[in-house]
């Protein structure tokens, strides 16, 4: 009798590891499915950073657009913003 209940535990133990392995959390669909949704989520994120990139960049070229048209317009038309005085030294 006592050479068989140590046999038995250790099967019960194997069949205890291999339930836990293919079953509940951390069981191999388990991590296969969180490395699916990880690898998802990257893509999105690197989509998101691509598009942040790009709408800084447009952010940046209308900051920079509307500086050069304000400079030109106080160069060559002489305008002025409101409350704001315009001396003009001649040579």
Do not use: C
Request: glycine fraction near 6%; charge should be negative.
């Amino acid at each position: 009798m006592g050479n068989r209940v140590v046999p038995a535990l250790l099967i019960a133990l194997l069949v205890i590891v291999h339930a836990q392995l293919w079953v509940g959390r951390g069981s191999l669909p388990s991590v296969n499915e969180m490395q699916r949704r990880l690898s998802e989520q990257i893509a999105k994120n690197v989509q998101a950073q691509a598009d942040n990139e790009r709408l800084a960049a447009e952010v940046k070229d209308l900051r920079e657009g509307l500086e050069m048209v304000e400079e030109k317009a106080r160069q060559e038309l002489g305008m002025v913003k409101p409350n704001e005085i315009f001396v003009q030294i001649a040579p």
